[in-house]
């Protein structure tokens, strides 16, 4: 039998750009599959990925993909274009690392025999908390249909459950699995992106200087995913 790897990979914490691990989350909660194929929350772990890469014969991948598609469209790439089409736009660092795992996997003759990229153009990447916008939430059943679709030429079938598998049994864990994290997250009304007002603006809240941690002529600044300096 195939061994088959179904991937999920980017980052919940920026809107659509957490689509894939979405994907494969409800993927997990609403089927099941035979021993031989492994399903994955690969967040952005990028070139730690390998060892499971590099294990399967057949590898289906589902991320968002900035390459000026509309918002929300859903773009099917399959085998060599693969590596290629993620190389091409690169919205984050787990895109650049992905790459290097297939890159990694073909030098060490160990890439998959089949492989396919189920891409969807995102609608919003810069809202830091945010959830999944409407248009790419509406594209998570339709890209696990396709993928169910194109993993029947190899004889690999997904049966549906009669009930979908607990919260808590969430690929991507109970406290960030969609359904908790929707419902548990104020509005951007209460919580800023860029820092809660009921903190910053509380009496309580103060910076403390302490030289013998930091050089005073010292900048410290964080590139957060390339999204400017913090």
């Not at 809202?127 to 059943?141: A, P, V």
């Not at 997250?185 to 800023?192: G, K, Q, T």
């Not at 007002?197 to 600044?221: C, G, M, N, T, W």
């Amino acid at each position: 039998m195939k061994q088959t790897l179904i991937l999920g990979i980017g980052n919940i914490l920026w809107a659509d750009e957490g689509f894939g691990v979405r994907t494969v989350e409800h993927l997990n909660e609403h089927y099941q599959f035979d021993d031989n194929v492994t399903l994955m929350d690969g967040g952005t772990q990028g070139i730690y990925l390998v060892q499971y890469v590099e294990e399967a014969d057949v590898l289906v991948v589902f991320d968002a993909i900035d390459y000026g598609l509309e918002p929300g469209e859903m773009k099917l790439i399959e085998g060599d274009e693969v590596p290629k089409y993620m190389g091409a736009k690169k919205m984050s660092l787990h895109q650049t690392g992905f790459q290097e795992v297939l890159m990694m996997a073909d030098m060490l003759e160990r890439y998959p025999s089949h492989l396919l990229l189920v891409g969807v153009q995102p609608v919003e990447l810069e809202d830091f908390g945010g959830s999944l916008r409407e248009k790419t939430r509406l594209q998570i059943e339709p890209a696990i249909e396709a993928a169910l679709n194109w993993l029947k030429q190899f004889d690999i079938y997904a049966t549906k459950r009669a009930v979908p598998i607990a919260p808590e049994l969430s690929l991507s864990g109970h406290e960030v699995s969609m359904e908790n994290y929707e419902n548990n997250r104020p509005s951007a009304e209460l919580a800023s992106r860029i820092g809660d007002d009921r903190v910053i603006h509380s009496k309580a809240f103060h910076i403390e200087y302490k030289p013998h941690l930091l050089d005073q002529e010292e900048v410290i600044s964080c590139d957060v995913d390339h999204r400017g300096k913090y």
